[in-house]
């Protein structure tokens, strides 16, 4: 599977940007696809996750970004979207798509049950 991360940007605080992972190659009729995001020095950190091949999916979220992000996924097309607004200066990254079959332990949000990644966008939020 390949993976191809599109849509960061530079962006003013309160502002927002739309993300873009499509997926390429074998493809599974029922993954996971997940947004993290990095910043030097620092682990990779899971942002956002959307489980399911039907119209809706099941999706989770950091606390950090609840209310303010959005995933959403494109199955036709096997892409998934992040929406986020109200921006602010600590969601400075490089953002990162990751995708896998559904994990039966449960843990979405832990970047080493990933086995394929995009090769990251950055987002620079300015204050």
């Known amino acids: 599977v390949q993976l191809q991360a599109s849509g960061g940007g530079l962006v003013q605080a309160g502002g927002s940007l739309r993300l873009s992972c499509a997926a390429s190659?074998?493809?599974?009729?029922?993954?996971?696809m997940a947004w993290f995001r990095q910043t030097p020095g620092k682990e990779r950190e899971f942002v956002t996750a959307?489980?399911?091949?039907?119209?809706?999916?099941?999706?989770y979220y950091a606390e950090s970004v609840k209310g303010r992000f959005t995933i959403s996924k494109d199955n036709a097309k096997n892409t998934v979207h992040l929406q986020m607004n109200s921006l602010k200066p600590e969601d400075t990254a490089v953002y990162y798509c990751?995708?896998?079959?559904?994990?039966?332990?449960?843990?979405?949000?832990?970047?080493?049950?990933?086995?394929?990644w995009g090769q990251g966008t950055l987002v620079t939020v300015s204050s």
């Open positions: 190659g074998r493809t599974f009729s029922n993954i996971i």
């Open positions: 959307i489980i399911g091949g039907g119209g809706g999916g099941t999706t």
């Open positions: 990751a995708a896998d079959t559904p994990f039966l332990n449960g843990r979405y949000y832990d970047r080493r049950q990933y086995d394929y």
